[in-house]
């Protein structure tokens, strides 16, 4: 607001209520500090939460590519195959490193029929002859003489399936086949149905057909000499932490006959295994380091010691000062703003311990494995891990299972707990769950606890008292401009009565 004053008395009015106001200025400056400290501790815990948070979600979360509780992430052996076409695999645990042979006489099948296009002009219904979902018998006649095209008489199909209740069959049009074709949903000899068709040129003409499924017939032979036969209503199966996945026929059996020696193979198939830690190293390396990353920011928060002397910034005193004495001033004012807190402690002290308990029932430690603790007790690196990782190499080369088992054991207490279940039921408790003493206190953005917590609450107390302070500053501050008002006006009349007076004389 912009006034025009002191013209009569020749006082800079602006700059006298500034001053007299300057007291009632400071106490609002100091309440708006005290606020901006809470905030910025807030913000320092809800950090501290994220990034725990994030730690969790990346290593302790099944529906993570990355989560260490994957079996599939401890695996240290991979399978080439000599024709893929024929066979693959993957292993799926913890895997010996193997050669195998492959032959596969029979794939599992569907059971499917075909209803050419050719044969949908003079078809008039068809009835299928299966078993509901409690096995009971059931027949359907679907008339298909009501579907204009073969897209309206697949849906005629299914339809009828749909209100029997038939779950595990189904009808669609092929290009491919050239036709309806009705399937089961699984594979395997014993799924299967009955389909007859009547036509309208013969209507009291049936032609019923079994159609039936396969099943799968393969023959793994390891460098041993034994051999495994599969036989199953599935394409694959899972041996020795190997799962195995067949996918053409290369081999004829003679006569039926299940002994391997007299398989005729028509293309050769294997696989062949070899170790590769890669993978399991690079995610231990990368959990580590994150964990050390958590741990090393724990340490800091709580161990820094606060200069009382560096408050928060007034807007008054930003003006003064360059971007770069700002960001310095800013950062002195976040130091020790956390230190000793009780609840960060609790967390890093247990997190701490979970790591550098041994597991019962594992044969080795971490520092065994290469993950070794560092030597600096005092320091902000407290807690934290080296990794020798030749040690770690010749530990998931030759000891992958105790490896393993030292990070994702999961017994039933927590002695017998792996570091990863350990860690996770902490921060489960400390950082993930609305009732945590963490998120009582500061809250966390996008849940329940984003308002509802101390410190918001607090900040809230602050906001209103500075309203209250800044309409108190306002009144006073009116009422100051008002008296020197009055008093411009009277020097105006005072001035009048002179200049008039000096006219007279003169």
């Known amino acids: 607001m912009s006034r025009i004053t002191g013209l009569a008395t020749g006082l800079d009015v602006d700059a006298v209520v500034k001053e007299t106001m300057q007291a009632y200025r400071s106490k609002i400056d100091t309440v708006e ?61 913890i895997a010996e490193v193997d050669n195998y042979d492959v032959k596969v006489t029979q794939l599992a099948t569907q059971a499917k029929y075909t209803i050419k296009e050719n044969e949908l002009k003079d078809l008039k219904e068809i009835e299928i002859k299966t078993k509901d979902k409690d096995g009971k018998e059931i027949s359907l006649q679907i008339d298909l003489s009501s579907g204009k095209d073969v897209y309206e008489k697949v849906d005629l199909i299914n339809k009828e399936l749909k209100d029997k209740g038939i ?55 390891n460098s041993k000499g034994e051999t495994y036969i599969h036989s199953d209503a599935s394409n694959t199966v899972t041996l020795d932490g190997v799962k195995f996945t067949f996918n053409n026929i290369n081999a004829t059996e003679v006569n039926g006959n299940q002994d391997v020696k007299k398989v005729n193979v028509n293309s050769q198939a294997s696989l062949t295994g070899k170790t590769d830690i890669t993978s399991t190293k690079d ?5 580590i380091n994150d964990y050390n990353t958590i741990i090393v920011k724990l340490n800091t928060l709580t161990s820094e010691k606060r200069n009382r002397d560096y408050m ?16 310095l001033w800013e950062k002195k004012v976040k130091e020790g703003q956390l230190s000793r807190d009780s609840d960060l402690t609790r ?33 902000n690196n407290n807690g934290t891990f080296s ?25 039933s207490n927590n002695s017998e707990k792996g570091v990863i279940y350990r860690l996770k039921e902490i921060l489960d408790n400390e950082t993930q769950k609305s009732s945590s003493s963490l998120l009582q206190k500061a809250g966390m953005e996008g849940s329940a606890t984003a308002s509802n917590n101390t410190l918001s609450r607090k900040i809230t107390t602050y906001e209103k008292k500075i309203k209250e302070l800044e309409s108190n500053f306002s009144r006073r501050q009116q009422a100051l401009y008002s008296k020197y008002a009055t008093l411009e006006t009277m020097m105006n009349k005072l001035n009048t009565q002179m200049s008039s007076l000096s006219s007279m004389f003169s």
Do not use: H
Request: hydrophobic share 30%; proline share 1%.
């Open 33 to 93: 500090q005290e606020k901006a400290l809470v905030e910025l501790q807030q913000s320092m815990y809800r950090e501290v939460i994220k990034e725990s948070r994030d730690f969790y979600d990346k290593y302790f979360d099944i529906g993570k590519s990355e989560s260490l509780l994957l079996s599939k992430n401890w695996v240290t052996t991979s399978f080439t195959s000599s024709n893929s076409s024929i066979v693959s695999a993957e292993a799926i645990g």
């Open 167 to 221: 779950s595990g069959i189904s009808a669609k049009f092929s290009g491919f086949s050239q036709g309806i074709v009705i399937s089961t949903e699984k594979t395997g000899e014993e799924e299967g149905f009955e389909i007859s068709k009547t036509t309208t040129t013969n209507p009291n003409q049936k032609n019923i057909e079994v159609v039936k499924g396969t099943n799968c017939k393969a023959y793994l032979t």
């Open 283 to 287: 995610n231990i390396v990368k959990f």
């Open 312 to 327: 928060p910034l007034t807007s008054d005193q930003k003006a003064e000062m360059s971007e770069k004495e700002i960001e």
């Open 347 to 379: 967390i890093a002290n247990q997190m701490k311990k979970a790591m550098s308990t041994l597991v019962s029932g594992v044969n080795g430690s971490l520092e065994k494995f290469g993950i070794k603790s560092v030597s600096d007790y005092s320091g």
């Open 387 to 411: 990794i020798d990782e030749s040690k770690l190499n010749e530990a998931l080369t030759n000891n992958i299972e105790d490896v393993k088992n030292i990070f994702i054991s999961n017994g």
